[in-house]
């Protein structure tokens, strides 16, 4: 597998791919969409589509080194076998390891937000899998994960997976709800961009000269930046979706900020005007 790191702002970023393949049908993710509106697309981003009828997917957690730091964000589909992503296992702890890293060199564990591909690893036999970490999630996204109806909608794509999510972290007193924005670390931050899930955090990294932001799944596909009321069927309120969408794209755009985001492949792109459209370009360093 290859790695993909970026030094940024003092930190080393690492993309970390727990799972990738052709796993779900267009027209599951995107049942809105017509399907002739894929064939530009499919020329653009080649690598995010599979044969005629599934996108290409990757899960990607980050590694975030720096200043005496080590933080994690998203914590993939976890050990499986996970029958949503064709009964894959993450890699997520066999990436860490390939460096030299246990679970317990992590210090922080932002979850970006609650769905089953960004908290699969959290926990381990019903213990947090990153002992000393402590685990930020907005105060957000933890009220509405705890309402029934988010719980049986959830419950309905991989059963029980928030029970043992959460109830561990809460137990061991180590979940950490932020309201909004927050600087974790030097020149880190998370801030809130909710519509794909009602406390989606983003991540900031950098400074003033040179910064990238994680954005997890305000985009779940390239498509998106230029067609941003394009929703995918996992965006739980879908016109604020829209709406974080467009101001994303529009501060990334002016500001010239590359964005990392958990379902495109693992490189960081800039987005970039072509014609009447914006799209999302890769950065080579
Ligand atoms: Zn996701």
Known sequence: MHTHT???????????????GAFFPVSVVFPDVPETAWEPVRAWYPDTVSGSDKLY????????????RTILVDAGIGPGPAPLFGHARGALLDELARRG???DVIDTVVLTHLHPD??????????????RARYIVSHAELEAFHRDDVRA????????YLDQCLAPLEGAGVLEPVEGPVELS????VALAPGHTPGLLRVELG?????????ADVFTHPAQITYPEWCSAFDMIPDTAIATRKVVIERATTEGIPILASHFPPVPGRLHQDGASIRWEPVSR
């Open 57 to 68: 997917t990757r899960v990607t957690c980050y590694l975030i080194r720096g200043y005496g």
């Open 207 to 215: 400074d003033a000269t040179s910064a990238v932001w994680l954005v």
């Open 153 to 160: 909608a959830m419950h309905a794509i991989v059963p029980g």
């Open 186 to 189: 030097h020149g880190l931050k």
């Open 6 to 20: 970026i030094t940024i702002g003092g930190y080393t970023l690492e993309a970390l791919i727990d799972v990738e």
């Open 101 to 103: 890293l246990t679970p």
């Open 118 to 131: 960004h908290v699969g690893w959290v926990t381990r036999d019903g213990q947090p899998t990153f002992p």
